[in-house]
Nanobody
Framework: QVQLVESGGGLVQAGGSLRLSCAAS????????MGWFRQAPGKERDFVAS????????YYSDSVKGRFTISRDNGKNTVYLQINSLKPEDTAVYYC?????????????????WGQGTQVTVSS
């Protein structure tokens, strides 16, 4: 089992940047595929990005491609989400998730563990 704690959210103006962090504890972090999801008020939880066990493979939703960067540091048991050129529509609670399963890694149903989320609010 793994426990996930996100941090780094906040209020930022459009065009600004944030770096979200997700610290993991528990079983070997490097054995989990990691993902970030987000959920805006009244909407479903959407896939944002995923990163493979070693960090060599990443995947992004079309809405964030080119602006967001996911990375991980297995030595620090942490996954990051660098968010640039923020837009008001990026406002959401951002969740970190981990999975030991094999799949597409784009669906929330594939992930076994979730953090509590961190709020990102972008003002126009």
């Amino acid at each position: 089992q793994v426990q996930l704690v996100e941090s780094g959210g906040g209020l930022v103006q459009a065009g600004g940047s944030l770096r979200l962090s997700c610290a993991a504890s528990g079983r070997a972090f490097s054995t989990y595929y990691m993902g970030w999801f987000r959920q805006a008020p009244g909407k479903e939880r959407d896939f944002v990005a995923s990163v493979s066990w070693s960090g060599s493979s990443t995947y992004y939703s079309d809405s964030v491609k080119g602006r967001f960067t996911i990375s991980r540091d297995n030595g620090k048991n942490t996954v990051y989400l660098q968010i640039n050129s923020l837009k008001p529509e990026d406002t959401a609670v951002y969740y970190c998730a981990a999975t030991y399963s094999v799949g597409t890694y784009h669906s929330s149903n594939e992930y076994n563990y979730w953090g509590q989320g961190t709020q990102v609010t972008v003002s126009s």
